[in-house]
């Protein structure tokens, strides 16, 4: 056992609870999912996608860049949004070497 975690969390894991947060909602998972590499897409493009009022999809979208998955830009009247893959790639990272550590603690400890 690792009471160590019971205590705090893993070094750069508080910041992404909201990351992982705002995945755990399927209308968000969409949203992020229907973006192309590099593409912004406006608002009002996303809205007309789904069959929830523009309120709803408002308050997915905050959640998103609240939780850094997502960038937005305002320009004139229209906001666009970008998924920020850099982000995205940064908590993975470190994620997998959490996990990766983890699994090799195990199996140095199977095999010794």
Same mark, same amino acid.
């Given at each position: 056992? /690792?009471? $160590?975690f019971? $205590?705090?969390?893993?070094?750069?894991?508080?910041? %992404?609870?909201?990351? @992982? @947060? =705002?995945?755990?909602?399927?209308? !968000?998972?969409? &949203?992020?999912?229907? %973006? $192309?590499?590099?593409?912004?897409i406006?608002? /009002?493009? *996303? =809205?007309?996608? @789904?069959? *929830?009022?523009?309120?709803? &999809?408002?308050?997915?979208?905050?959640?998103?860049? /609240?939780?850094?998955?997502?960038?937005c830009?305002? !320009?004139g009247?229209? #906001? +666009? +949004?970008? #998924? /920020?893959? =850099? +982000?995205?790639? $940064? #908590?993975?990272? &470190?994620?997998?070497? %959490?996990?990766a550590?983890?699994t090799?603690?195990? #199996?140095? =400890?199977?095999?010794?």
């Amino acid at each position: 056992m /690792n009471s $160590e975690f019971a $205590e705090r969390l893993p070094e750069n894991w508080e910041r %992404f609870s909201r990351f @992982f @947060f =705002a995945l755990g909602d399927t209308t !968000r998972q969409q &949203i992020l999912l229907m %973006f $192309e590499p590099g593409e912004e897409i406006c608002v /009002n493009d *996303i =809205a007309r996608l @789904f069959k *929830i009022s523009r309120p709803a &999809i408002s308050h997915h979208l905050k959640v998103l860049r /609240n939780a850094e998955l997502l960038t937005c830009e305002k !320009r004139g009247k229209e #906001v +666009y +949004y970008r #998924v /920020n893959h =850099a +982000y995205c790639a $940064e #908590v993975m990272r &470190i994620m997998h070497e %959490f996990v990766a550590g983890q699994t090799g603690a195990r #199996v140095s =400890a199977a095999s010794g």
